[in-house]
């Protein structure tokens, strides 16, 4: 049953969204300057177009006026900001840390670049600045969880249930921090503690479908398989039409043991989103276990039409395609794999698909195979 517990491990740090810098009328504004009023000219402008959603217009003001002021942190730190919310990330690291250098005790600062380098996936620069903000500011409830989420992506899950749980202890009825610190037990296989926190999670968010899922790994690898399937259960009727719910939970059913009920839910997963290829990939590895060619054939043939570039669902689709004995097709299909795999450097899938044509068609291979 232990192995269900790895099936959700990329919701745990990545689904957990991280908190966009807050930043106030304030800082953005910055001190007004008296003597200058070009600059406060800028300032008053870039406000102006920061409330009316222009990001673009308002960066180039600021920047222009970071020109006039070269030293004040805080018009640094109102470029930082709008970089990332508009997604420039690099350019938001390299305002955060000008504000940074001139403003080192400024907490939600180190905040903002924790949240950039975060996004850029520095994960270790990310931890330093988001531990530097809740050293400066022990109240600083989005930076513990910035931690959180960092300290989860490097594997560092200890790390991230401290940070947690200083939020949690601040936040008992934040559902976000609840869930987070329930997804990060679950990667210790603390799965009694796992299931507390997430059905606090659940209590609190009870229309979250993603508390749910995680919310049933954790019962099923307590022991607890009536709650288990009922909170899956929850979470399918809570998004119906997200084929994304009938995948996670096709996996938990493929890690039980259970394929009736996991080929049941790929299915699912397909009906609602055609073009979901991991629900393919899962559900032809699961009809070729059983033999059922007919069925695989069919479901490989979707999927490589779906990612025509996918050197292993070609191959796959020459196993089924063998199993029926349409030797000719499969050959076909292995020529298909043998070539992208080729394309793509890929020796041993190379290799892999010389054999099988050997074994298949002596004939068809091509001098040097």
């Known amino acids: 049953m232990q192995a269900a517990s790895l099936l959700l491990m990329g919701m745990t740090g990545s689904a957990i969204a991280l908190p966009l810098p807050a930043i106030a009328t304030p800082v953005i504004m910055a001190q007004a300057q008296p003597n200058n009023p070009r600059l406060n000219e800028l300032l008053r402008r870039g406000r102006e177009l920061v409330d009316a959603g222009s990001v673009g217009e308002a960066i180039?003001?600021?920047e222009e006026a970071a020109t006039l002021a070269p030293n004040n942190a805080r018009i640094f730190s109102g470029i930082g900001f709008l970089q990332a919310r508009a997604g420039n990330h690099r350019a938001a690291v390299t305002a955060f840390e000008r504000a940074v250098q001139l403003e080192a005790n400024n907490a939600a600062f180190h905040y903002g670049l924790g949240f950039?380098?975060?996004?850029?996936?520095?994960n270790a620069g990310a931890a330093q600045a988001y531990r530097r903000a809740t050293e400066l500011d022990g109240n600083n409830v989005q930076a513990f969880l910035g931690l959180g989420i960092v300290l989860s992506r490097q594997g560092d899950f200890e790390g991230a249930v401290s940070a947690y749980r200083q939020v949690a202890t601040r936040q008992p009825n934040n559902a976000?921090?609840?869930?987070?610190?329930?997804?990060?037990?679950?990667q210790q296989e603390r799965y009694p503690e796992a299931v507390t926190a997430l059905q606090q999670a659940a209590r609190l968010a009870p229309r979250d479908a993603d508390v749910q899922l995680n919310l049933a790994i954790a019962l099923l690898n307590s022991g607890n398989q009536t709650e288990g399937l009922a909170a899956m259960e929850r979470a399918a009727a809570l998004e119906p039409r997200n084929g994304q719910i009938y995948?996670?939970?096709?996996?938990?059913f493929r890690a039980q043991g259970n394929v009736d009920r996991a080929l049941a839910a790929y299915q699912r997963a397909i009906g609602l989103q055609p073009n979901l290829t991991a629900a393919h990939e899962a559900m032809g590895e699961l009809l070729l276990e059983r033999e059922d060619y007919l069925r695989a054939i069919v479901t490989y043939r979707a999927l490589v039409a779906l990612v025509p570039q996918d050197a292993d669902a070609h191959f796959q689709l020459g196993v089924a395609l063998q199993g029926r004995n349409r030797d000719e097709e499969a050959v076909a299909a292995y020529q298909e794999a043998r070539d992208l795999y080729e394309q793509q450097g890929n020796t041993g899938g190379?290799?892999?698909t010389r054999d099988a044509?050997?074994?298949?068609s002596p004939n068809r291979?091509?001098?040097g195979d």
């Open 176 to 186: 976000q921090i609840q869930e987070a610190l329930g997804a990060a037990y679950l």
């Open 60 to 62: 180039a003001i600021y």
């Open 365 to 367: 291979l091509r001098p």
């Open 116 to 122: 950039s380098r975060a996004n850029l996936d520095d």
């Open 350 to 352: 190379v290799d892999r």
């Open 357 to 360: 044509l050997r074994e298949l």
């Open 247 to 252: 995948l996670k939970m096709g996996d938990i």
